[in-house]
């Protein structure tokens, strides 16, 4: 039976030191966010997360979810009520909008609390994990109407918010969406179509669900230009806001999936329900991205989650399983073998899961301070500043942290063997739940796409400038440093690569935009890598400062030191073999016509 401890010391370490919360205690929300109660949320959460969502995450596998022959859909047992314990202790409301009932505080926490739920049960997270996107962009783009009539009750998690793009002939492509919305007489539309894949489409958590579809409007362009947003809710809402008819919408199927078995992932039949526009027509991308840059936020998160269970219970079994002897001589001479743990290729592994699941924690709550400046900074200039690096940094977090978090949770499944391949022992649904977080929310190629085709030439290059401009001042302090010199060079190097890789793209993509495509990827791990090695040049930094101070819990410092190190050693330098991937072109990647890869019997 696996285990799950909430990291609760590594979080506080972050949130106080790292990013020093307090210091922007003059920014509003903030306030309220003293060092007591970030403590206060951030191990109460954890000890949810452990207590109550872990232990129904196993069952929840086996179980999956059930459509009922009337359409409706049974989560699996506990799920119910641990959503409402999560409601009632205000997990979901915590970095919410106050004038509709949220506890306005920072999204770091938010964020924390967001990585703890979805470690501990990524199936039972989705459920109250999109409705704070779908609420972001009701409150960006919605009418007053629709946002005093949805809002209140979406951000108790009353109501629970779904995300509705996908349908059977189109998926990134949104602009080969059929669903039609038809004007009606009451300033309302009937919404006509089939979406699938649609994540908590159903349930049995909430007396009502609010469905963000998009839609086209008759003679809307027939491309992306013509997509509209709508609010449709499943149970139809009176103007006294209570609850009246059926909505025509209905569960149609609910899809068998590889992993994520607890959440229900559905095909939505719209026949005519009724439905409200979000924002202007055919504007509705535009809305809908709002909600989908915060899922991807989320989404990242998911790439750390699974690759942290897998890491915490990988280590107790690498501490207890006997295999071999040390390469250096026994390590425990009385018994008949050592612990896997002495084994370098398996430290290697654990070494690199360590170093990747708190270099990833450090990288999303520096994109939840992101979010929180982009609102919140005092002046214009810092505001668009947030903004400009937030775009930047958002397809990295969702690509290259679901992409190494599921590779980590691959290695973390080898250091048991055999037995990580069987179930009982829970690390193979920890690989099979990683793995859709690399797919949706725009897979992985898409999102190397957007930072390389959308992100690095907008504005002439003004947000990657930025982030050069980040690491270039922090590796310049560190080079003064003698403990953190050795770290900053290596990380500069990184750097110099990445430099390298954006100015190839700026010569050679142009030319020839198959370049660009061909080294999209790549581009994203290495950005990736000089990310992560700037949030261990901060750890490290804020470590060997308390070190020198003689400040307690020396181990905890003294590990953030070593792991420091040890990413800048043997993560570090792949962003040099990336790049000269990239600089190959796509030439050899694009010889080939499409008949050469036919099998020859
Ligand atoms: C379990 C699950 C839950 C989901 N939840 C939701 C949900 O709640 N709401 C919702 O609307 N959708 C949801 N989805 C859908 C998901 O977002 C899509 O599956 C995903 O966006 C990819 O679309 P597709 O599957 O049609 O693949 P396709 O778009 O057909 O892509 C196939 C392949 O081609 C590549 N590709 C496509 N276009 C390009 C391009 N322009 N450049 C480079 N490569 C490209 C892709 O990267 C991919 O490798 C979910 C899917 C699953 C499996």
Same mark, same amino acid.
């Given at each position: 039976m696996p285990t799950y401890t909430a990291p609760t010391r590594d979080a506080r370490f972050i949130v106080?030191?790292?990013?020093? =919360? *307090?210091?922007?205690?003059? =920014?509003p929300g903030f306030e309220s966010a003293t060092p007591d109660i970030i403590d206060t949320v951030i191990n109460e959460c954890g000890k949810f997360a452990a207590e109550v969502l872990q232990p129904i995450n196993q069952q929840g596998d086996a179980e999956g979810c059930t459509r009922n022959a009337d359409g409706s859909v049974t989560t699996p047992s506990g799920f119910k009520a641990a959503f409402d314990q999560y409601c009632e202790s205000g997990w979901g409301t915590i970095?919410? &909008?106050?004038?509709?009932?949220?506890?306005?505080?920072?999204h770091v926490l938010g964020f924390a609390v967001e990585e703890f739920i979805s470690t501990a049960n990524h199936s039972f997270g989705m459920y109250p994990g999109l409705t704070n996107g779908a609420v972001n962009a009701i409150y960006a783009t919605g009418s007053e109407e629709l946002k005093a009539k949805y809002l209140p009750n979406m951000i108790a998690n009353k109501w629970l918010g779904t995300m509705n793009l996908t349908e059977p002939q189109c998926g990134t492509d949104l602009g080969l969406i059929r669903t039609k919305a038809e004007p009606q007489a009451d300033g309302s539309y009937a919404i006509t179509g089939t979406k699938i894949?649609?994540? %908590?489409?159903?349930?049995?958590?909430?007396?009502n669900i609010i469905h963000l579809v998009l839609a086209k409007t008759p003679? *809307?362009?027939?491309?992306?230009?013509?997509i509209s947003l709508f609010l449709v809710p499943k149970v139809l809402v009176n103007d006294d806001g209570s609850l009246g008819e059926r909505n025509?919408?209905? @569960?149609?199927s609910i899809e068998h999936k590889m992993?994520?078995?607890?959440n229900a992932t559905c095909v939505m039949n719209y026949d005519g329900a009724k439905g409200w526009m979000v924002g202007e027509e055919n504007k509705g991308l535009a809305a809908m991205f709002i909600m989908m840059n915060a899922a991807r936020l989320g989404v990242g998160i998911q790439g750390l989650a699974q690759s942290e269970v897998a890491y915490q219970n990988a280590v107790a079994y690498a501490k207890d399983r006997r295999q071999g002897r040390a390469l250096t001589g026994p390590?425990? &001479?009385?018994?008949k073998a050592d612990p896997i743990f002495v084994h370098p290729d398996v430290r290697r592994m654990l070494m690199d899961a360590k170093a990747f699941t708190e270099g990833m924690r450090a990288f999303y709550l520096w994109a939840a301070l992101l979010v929180d400046l982009t609102h919140k900074a005092p002046t214009e200039e810092e505001r668009a500043e947030a903004d400009l690096l937030l775009g930047l940094i958002t397809p990295v977090l969702k690509g290259y942290g679901t992409d190494k978090g599921f590779d980590t949770a691959v290695n973390m499944q080898q250091v048991f063997g055999g037995h990580g391949y069987i179930?009982?022992?829970?690390m193979e649904q920890f690989v099979r739940d990683a793995r859709i977080a690399q797919i949706y929310e725009g897979t992985n190629g898409v999102q190397a796409m957007d930072l @390389?085709?959308?992100?690095?030439?907008?504005k002439g290059g003004a947000a990657v400038q930025k982030f050069f401009a980040v690491c270039d001042e922090e590796i310049a302090a560190a080079k003064g440093d003698e403990a953190l010199a050795p770290l900053a060079e290596k990380l500069d190097r990184a750097l110099s690569e990445q430099k390298a890789a954006t100015m190839w793209f700026m010569q050679n993509a142009m030319a020839n935009p198959n370049n660009l495509g061909a080294g999209a990827h790549h581009y994203m791990h290495i950005m990736g890598i000089v990310t992560l090695g700037l949030m261990w040049l901060r750890m490290a930094k804020v470590a060997s400062a308390k070190l020198a101070d003689g400040a307690d819990d020396k181990a905890f410092y003294e590990a953030k030191v070593a792991t420091a190190r040890y990413f800048m050693d043997r993560?570090? &330098?792949d962003a040099g073999a990336l790049r000269r991937k990239i600089e190959t072109g796509a030439e050899s990647m694009m %010889? =080939?016509?499409?008949?050469?890869?036919e099998t020859a019997a």
């Amino acid at each position: 039976m696996p285990t799950y401890t909430a990291p609760t010391r590594d979080a506080r370490f972050i949130v106080n030191e790292v990013l020093d =919360l *307090a210091s922007y205690s003059n =920014l509003p929300g903030f306030e309220s966010a003293t060092p007591d109660i970030i403590d206060t949320v951030i191990n109460e959460c954890g000890k949810f997360a452990a207590e109550v969502l872990q232990p129904i995450n196993q069952q929840g596998d086996a179980e999956g979810c059930t459509r009922n022959a009337d359409g409706s859909v049974t989560t699996p047992s506990g799920f119910k009520a641990a959503f409402d314990q999560y409601c009632e202790s205000g997990w979901g409301t915590i970095s919410s &909008p106050e004038e509709f009932g949220g506890q306005a505080m920072p999204h770091v926490l938010g964020f924390a609390v967001e990585e703890f739920i979805s470690t501990a049960n990524h199936s039972f997270g989705m459920y109250p994990g999109l409705t704070n996107g779908a609420v972001n962009a009701i409150y960006a783009t919605g009418s007053e109407e629709l946002k005093a009539k949805y809002l209140p009750n979406m951000i108790a998690n009353k109501w629970l918010g779904t995300m509705n793009l996908t349908e059977p002939q189109c998926g990134t492509d949104l602009g080969l969406i059929r669903t039609k919305a038809e004007p009606q007489a009451d300033g309302s539309y009937a919404i006509t179509g089939t979406k699938i894949f649609i994540s %908590a489409g159903e349930h049995d958590l909430t007396e009502n669900i609010i469905h963000l579809v998009l839609a086209k409007t008759p003679g *809307a362009p027939d491309s992306s230009k013509g997509i509209s947003l709508f609010l449709v809710p499943k149970v139809l809402v009176n103007d006294d806001g209570s609850l009246g008819e059926r909505n025509a919408v209905q @569960c149609g199927s609910i899809e068998h999936k590889m992993g994520i078995h607890g959440n229900a992932t559905c095909v939505m039949n719209y026949d005519g329900a009724k439905g409200w526009m979000v924002g202007e027509e055919n504007k509705g991308l535009a809305a809908m991205f709002i909600m989908m840059n915060a899922a991807r936020l989320g989404v990242g998160i998911q790439g750390l989650a699974q690759s942290e269970v897998a890491y915490q219970n990988a280590v107790a079994y690498a501490k207890d399983r006997r295999q071999g002897r040390a390469l250096t001589g026994p390590a425990d &001479p009385e018994a008949k073998a050592d612990p896997i743990f002495v084994h370098p290729d398996v430290r290697r592994m654990l070494m690199d899961a360590k170093a990747f699941t708190e270099g990833m924690r450090a990288f999303y709550l520096w994109a939840a301070l992101l979010v929180d400046l982009t609102h919140k900074a005092p002046t214009e200039e810092e505001r668009a500043e947030a903004d400009l690096l937030l775009g930047l940094i958002t397809p990295v977090l969702k690509g290259y942290g679901t992409d190494k978090g599921f590779d980590t949770a691959v290695n973390m499944q080898q250091v048991f063997g055999g037995h990580g391949y069987i179930k009982e022992w829970g690390m193979e649904q920890f690989v099979r739940d990683a793995r859709i977080a690399q797919i949706y929310e725009g897979t992985n190629g898409v999102q190397a796409m957007d930072l @390389c085709g959308r992100k690095l030439p907008a504005k002439g290059g003004a947000a990657v400038q930025k982030f050069f401009a980040v690491c270039d001042e922090e590796i310049a302090a560190a080079k003064g440093d003698e403990a953190l010199a050795p770290l900053a060079e290596k990380l500069d190097r990184a750097l110099s690569e990445q430099k390298a890789a954006t100015m190839w793209f700026m010569q050679n993509a142009m030319a020839n935009p198959n370049n660009l495509g061909a080294g999209a990827h790549h581009y994203m791990h290495i950005m990736g890598i000089v990310t992560l090695g700037l949030m261990w040049l901060r750890m490290a930094k804020v470590a060997s400062a308390k070190l020198a101070d003689g400040a307690d819990d020396k181990a905890f410092y003294e590990a953030k030191v070593a792991t420091a190190r040890y990413f800048m050693d043997r993560y570090v &330098p792949d962003a040099g073999a990336l790049r000269r991937k990239i600089e190959t072109g796509a030439e050899s990647m694009m %010889a =080939l016509d499409e008949a050469a890869f036919e099998t020859a019997a």
